[in-house]
């Protein structure tokens, strides 16, 4: 019987180690967060659709993809593109994420409202169009942009051609 006791202390002692154990890892997991991002091979796809989307209108461009946290993933740059647009195209995309709207709305309520125009004044912010942001499902992941390719809707049409060719395969 005592032994019997002794066994039965073992397990009930192990069974408590255990219980406070993993209220320590779901605590701990609770701290880190798990966020979808956008990943090369992603940013890659975007930008070869929409350089494709822009070729196709017989224009050039250099398209950046950010990722969530604003970090340049991919870019890419026709030879004809003047050198300013590569870090327009950056900016745009960063300006996109970091606002969550498309940097051509952006700049036009920018322009409509006094309150808001002083966001030119923020250095990594650009206002002008072409910059989009990139949803997957209801989280902001990232951004992409395009540049140089003949104006600012022109540039947004190009972007907005590379999501609606790739993004629907990942939702």
């Known amino acids: 019987m005592k032994l019997i006791l002794n066994y039965v202390s073992k397990a009930l002692l192990a069974v408590a180690v255990i219980g406070c154990t993993t209220n320590?890892?779901?605590?701990s997991s609770n701290l880190v967060l798990q966020?979808?991002?956008?990943?090369?091979?992603l940013a890659n796809e975007l930008i070869d659709a929409?350089?494709?989307a822009c070729h196709a209108e017989g224009k050039s461009a250099v398209v950046a993809v950010v990722d969530r946290g604003g970090n340049l993933i991919a870019l890419q740059r026709d030879d004809s593109v003047g050198p300013h647009n590569t870090d327009a195209a950056v900016r745009k995309a960063f300006t996109a994420l970091s606002t969550k709207t498309p940097s051509r709305t952006l700049a036009n309520n920018a322009r409509a409202n006094p309150d808001s125009s002083n966001?030119?004044?923020i250095n990594d912010l650009l206002l002008i169009g072409g910059g989009v942001p990139l949803k997957f499902g209801n989280d902001v992941i990232g951004a992409i942009a395009a540049g140089g390719a003949g104006g600012a809707m022109q540039d947004e049409s190009c972007a907005l051609k590379g999501i609606e060719k790739v993004m629907p395969k990942y939702k």
Do not use: D, R
């Open 24 to 27: 320590v890892i779901a605590a």
């Open 35 to 41: 966020q979808p991002n956008v990943s090369l091979k």
């Open 50 to 52: 929409t350089m494709a």
């Open 119 to 121: 966001l030119n004044t």
